[in-house]
């Protein structure tokens, strides 16, 4: 591609960060050369500089420069990967609620919400699976770590995307997680103010306490006790940083259970009955919506994460 061009963003595409877009219209375009097009002003939104977590609306205009051959081979405007029977009966089954304007679901453990390099299969690329003959594709208006199961609201058309987003600006969300660690904290509630920063080099997405990170702060409660072996806590995220819950139970000195990224050889327990799973569950989602209406959704645990805390002897109560 040798020439400028101007590509209207799709009802498809919103909320779509710019670098996620990049991905699906140019998916051969390295993402070192995309910062650098940024950087460098060659890459606008709507006449504007941009950077690659700017969230796009439909009908916006971006930029895109000359670009090297093999980089602009795809068409713009790939279509996704074709959505499997099995995909389609998974995720249905998934569905916790469903309305004109939202759906959850009760994410699988193990599944991206998008895509990364040499990930293919993703929740984003078979969200059609749950369109529900619905005239629009449902939209993701946030995300869990591949490895966490449990609540994720989708939008099921533009207008409920933007109200959804704007109720987890506004913090009119509020998250509520279930783990199990290893180790009890010295206290049996308590709040952790702890800013956290990324780490530099090639640690991977990995976040560590730094005071000129950013802010990060997590409510949490002992639900239940195993001795001193392991704890199954109940966790509030008051922001919304990443890795945030893992990083702050680790920093507790009490790892999630299966977090060897966190908690290395500390995050796991002897005992047959126990996976090798990362042991943190998004149990909940209370949402305030358009006119005074409350929304929550609640998830039951994964077979794994009922099999662990029945091992070690929790009492799973229905109301908590």
Known sequence: MSRVQTIAVTPDEADLRLDRWFKRRFPELAHGRLEKLLRTGQIRVEGRRARSNTRLEPGQHVRVPPLGDSEAAARPGRPQPAVTERDIRVLQAAVLYKDDDVLAIN???GLAVQGGTGLDRHL??????????????????HRLDRN??????????????AELAEAFRRKDCHKLYWAVVAGVPRQDSGRIDLALAKLPGRAGERMAPDEEGKTAV??????????????????????GRTHQLRAHCAAL?????????YGGEAASLRGGEIARRLHLHAR?????????????????????????LAFLGFAVERDR
Do not use: C, N
């Open 107 to 109: 994410k699988p453990a």
């Open 124 to 141: 984003d690329a078979m969200l059609d699976a749950l369109r529900f003959e619905a005239a629009e594709r449902p939209r993701l208006v």
């Open 148 to 161: 966490t199961s449990g609540v994720l609201l989708l939008a099921r058309h533009v207008r409920a995307a």
């Open 218 to 239: 997590t409510e949490y409660r002992v639900l239940d006790r195993a001795g001193k072996q392991a704890a199954w806590l109940e966790l509030r995220p008051l922001t």
């Open 253 to 261: 000195g009490t790892p999630i259970l299966g977090d060897r990224k």
């Open 284 to 308: 909940s989602i209370e949402l305030a919506r358009a006119g005074g209406r409350m929304l929550r959704v609640t998830a039951p645990p994964p077979p794994y994460l009922t099999v662990t």
